[in-house]
């Protein structure tokens, strides 16, 4: 008798114990990258002898989301968009110097008013602001503008504070984080925000990174060679072949002349730096923003709160090393608008998945509210939680993607781009310029080399695509450009007297 009510107090405490766990709020781990592009991870191959043990690590014990996209690629646009999971047109914070706009949520305030303490670390650089806290968070990390990778000066909660002699900005964040996440009581839920500099250019790796990929050889992308002066020196007759076809007459005009220019491989940064060495930098400077991964990782291990986090890893847009002639972003190519996204989540996500559905910057925001416990998604925001799709349940879902750029005053090089992307088409508008505009078929050319946008074959298909971008814009209230009366202080002292 004694042991049978014994047996019966026991499941009751197991089933309470159940019942508390399943009631405990989820903690969130976003980690954003600055410039890096989708495929520079060790587990793609894309890059021999590339390694990232700890994205290769998020990657195999959580989910791929392979076809990740930011709707701007540029840093202020796409962490507004991050944080309020609106498009670019819609927040205003249209490039790197727009004033942000009054009125703003950013989704950790809804955090903090479900009982979250929210943490921000690193790069804020949005609008018009410096590097003061900002709403939604507890804790500040953070540095003015770009910041610098040796020696940082960051702000802590509104005082700006120099750290020590020899630190590394990318390891001094992740330093920070840790020793917010240990001041938190245990059983209290936690979003931290860490923000990355690295791997924005100009690329600067860790004293012990430095070298370590000096034998590597360099893989340029087949469209590099395209707008060189004497394309059939790289090519020959490459329309032979049956893989291969090259339109070289239906090139944009803006994308040849900006090969040689700042943004462009003939003269880049204007030549202040060679190919070959830029590009092996860039993987030298992406050694410890994995290991900072890593360092986040293992703490949630260690104290035992691997389970019930959600870890999301994702660049903030894409960068190009030679396509189309180009480095740098902006533009509406794959490389540019293409992100990495990984997402390591034990108590829904089985390990090793591969979503190929499409996503966006704009859909993290309610992600994870949804995450977070939150019933409805607030009205402003544009983007829709991918947490069915984590969890591989069938849902209806886009098929396709937008995004959009606006001309800048500091990089007049590149034009306004609206484009949409589906599976297998890509159409871009090259707004403002007297020029030609593309659409290619990402299928069977992904290196976007044959623009269609004359191929009387497409003509319906084209028309169709421009009319949906249209749609969006007028759908969505971007139909107006959203100018700003923005000043570039670089550049005043040139145009003195003529604004």
């Not at 802590?156 to 504070?161: P, S």
């Not at 002349?257 to 030298?284: C, N, T």
Request: net charge negative.
């Amino acid at each position: 008798m004694h042991k049978n009510v014994f047996i019966i107090i026991l499941l009751v405490y197991c089933l309470n114990i159940q019942a508390f766990g399943q009631k405990e709020k989820p903690n969130i781990v976003f980690i954003l990258s600055d410039d890096h592009r989708y495929d520079f991870m060790g587990f793609t191959g894309a890059v021999p002898g590339l390694q990232t043990p700890n994205m290769d690590r998020l990657a195999n014990e959580g989910a791929h989301m392979v076809n990740a996209f930011v709707s701007t690629s540029l840093c202020s646009p796409s962490r507004a968009s991050i944080l309020t999971g609106q498009y670019a047109h819609t927040h205003t914070i249209v490039d790197n110097s727009a004033p942000l706009p009054e009125g703003l949520t950013f989704f950790p305030q809804y955090l903090q008013e479900m009982d979250y303490k929210t943490g921000f670390f690193g790069k804020w650089h949005m609008g018009n602001t410096d590097d003061m806290p900002q709403p939604g968070f507890d804790h500040w990390v953070s540095f003015r503008g770009q910041g610098v990778y040796y020696n940082p000066e960051f702000n802590i909660n509104g005082e700006r504070i120099q750290q020590p002699e020899g630190s590394y900005t990318s390891d001094r964040l992740t330093d920070h984080a840790l020793d917010w996440l240990n001041s938190l009581k245990e059983d209290q839920p936690f979003m931290l925000y860490l923000s990355h500099k690295a791997v924005h250019s100009e690329f600067m790796p860790a004293e012990r990174h430095k070298g370590m990929y000096d034998t590597l050889p360099i893989v340029t992308p087949p469209s590099m060679y395209l707008t060189a002066t004497d394309s059939s020196e790289f090519y020959g007759d490459i329309n032979k072949s049956p893989e291969t076809h090259v339109n070289f007459k239906d090139i944009p005009d803006w994308v040849r002349a900006q090969r040689y220019s700042w943004h462009g491989v003939d003269h880049m940064y204007h030549g202040q730096i060679p190919f070959d060495k830029f590009y092996k930098r860039y993987l030298e400077t992406l050694m410890a923003l994995d290991e900072s991964i890593g360092r986040v990782m293992d703490w949630l291990e260690e104290k035992g709160l691997e389970e019930n986090t959600i870890v999301i890893y994702m660049g903030d847009n894409g960068f190009s090393f030679g396509e189309h002639g180009l480095i740098d972003k902006r533009h509406a190519y794959e490389e540019s608008m293409k992100v990495p996204m990984l997402v390591k989540y034990p108590s829904k996500v089985q390990p090793g998945v591969k979503v190929n559905s499409m996503v966006m910057n704009i859909d993290i925001a309610p992600t994870l509210l949804e995450v977070a416990g939150l019933d409805q998604t607030p009205e402003q925001i544009q983007g829709r939680s991918f947490l069915p799709l984590l969890e591989q349940k069938e849902i209806p879902w886009r098929d396709r993607v937008f995004y959009e750029y606006y001309w800048e005053m500091a990089f007049p090089s590149t034009p306004t781009v609206f484009a949409i992307r589906t599976d297998q088409y890509k159409y871009i508008f090259n707004h403002g310029v007297w020029d030609i505009n593309e659409l290619y078929d990402i299928k069977n050319d992904p290196y976007e080399m044959n623009n269609l946008i004359r191929d009387p074959d497409f003509k319906e298909l084209s028309k169709d695509l421009r009319n949906q971008v249209w749609n969006w814009l007028e759908g969505t209230g971007g139909s107006q450009i959203p100018l700003k009366p923005i000043r570039h202080p670089k550049l005043d002292h040139r145009f003195k007297g003529t604004f």
